[in-house]
């Protein structure tokens, strides 16, 4: 991994969060209530879709696989955050690094291509109302859902390659609180050009292309819309992609703050601050979102508790 007489890196070390020493244990206690929260709503939604048979549409298949996603995602990251806001040796063993980096892009992009599945499904069942069930057929459901998959299997797999290939020297101190891809290729002490460029190429890929058929699809559901002649219509219209239209707003809202704001001074301080955003914040909230928000998911609720109630009382 290493030339000449270069130490061969095994391990790096997570600098984790600025937070002052006198709350440490305060952060400590909110970060992991936040944490269970994201586990404990995401668990609720995707046992919520699997019980209740009302919820076996296209829409809660996609919403599963988010959650799922959601779940894990957050999982990559909090646990050794935790861990190391309690410990005292916040190292990270150089297998383990790489492997953190294969799931938190892995599971980030899944939520990014369930997130336009979602935005077509919605599309066609205002656009198309009609022929809803035709185009939604099950095979088109599961063929989205596990191109997905296919497709953040092979981004995700293409940088930890990339990665892999890095030679790290001396300075193995990550001033981060997980191993951001970013971070890893500023300790680099070999040529990077090779990674900056497919960066740069599958972000657009990746990232902005999702963003931009999710745009294109929200046109068009307005432009839809405006052709409802009631207003009734048109609040019943809107209130179906409401959940789904804050899910995208806070998701993509958290990238552009990460990666499309001017760097300050404080660059490495506002990354960190702006990834916890986007790996705990936005996990965290996505369930409260599409249950708050969202009839069905009550409903559901509603009845299963309700048929546990009848048996405890037989």
Not at 6 to 19: N, S
Not at 176 to 195: E, G, P, Q, R, Y
Not at 251 to 276: H, N, Q
Request: charged fraction near 10%; charge should be neutral; aromatic fraction near 12%.
């Amino acid at each position: 991994m290493m030339e000449g007489n270069q130490t061969v890196i095994t391990q790096f070390l997570l600098l984790g969060l600025p937070i002052p020493p006198e709350h440490q244990h305060l952060f400590y206690a909110l970060f992991l209530v936040m944490y269970l929260t994201t586990v404990l709503g995401n668990l609720i939604i995707i046992i919520l879709i699997l019980l209740d048979s009302h919820l076996h549409t296209p829409m809660y298949l996609f919403l599963s696989n988010l959650s799922f996603s959601d779940l894990c995602f957050s999982s990559v990251t909090m646990p050794k955050m935790l861990q190391n806001m309690q410990s005292q040796d916040p190292s990270i063993p150089y297998a383990s690094c790489l492997t953190q980096l294969y799931f938190f892009l892995f599971f980030g992009d899944l939520g990014n291509f369930l997130l336009v599945a979602m935005a077509y499904d919605r599309y066609v069942a205002i656009c198309f109302p009609l022929h809803y069930t035709s185009i939604m057929s099950p095979k088109l459901c599961v063929s989205l859902v596990v191109l997905s998959w296919v497709l953040t299997t092979f981004h995700a797999m293409l940088h930890t390659l990339l990665m892999a290939r890095v030679s790290f020297c001396d300075d193995n101190v990550i001033p981060h609180f997980f191993c951001d891809m970013s971070a890893l290729l500023k300790l680099a002490c070999s040529d990077t050009h090779v990674n900056e460029v497919v960066i740069f190429i599958v972000v657009s890929i990746f990232l902005v292309l999702p963003f931009a058929l999710i745009i294109m699809s929200y046109v068009r559901i307005v432009s839809c819309i405006l052709k409802v002649p009631s207003s009734q219509g048109i609040y019943k219209a809107f209130s179906t992609c409401g959940s789904h239209l804050s899910v995208v707003s806070l998701f993509y809202g958290t990238l552009i703050g990460l990666y499309i704001s001017p760097s300050a001074s404080s660059s490495t301080v506002k990354d960190a601050v702006m990834s916890l955003l986007y790996t705990v914040v936005t996990p965290m909230l996505n369930p409260f979102i599409y249950s708050l928000r969202n009839r069905d998911i009550k409903g559901a609720l509603e009845r299963i508790f309700c048929k546990k109630k009848v048996q405890l009382n037989l």
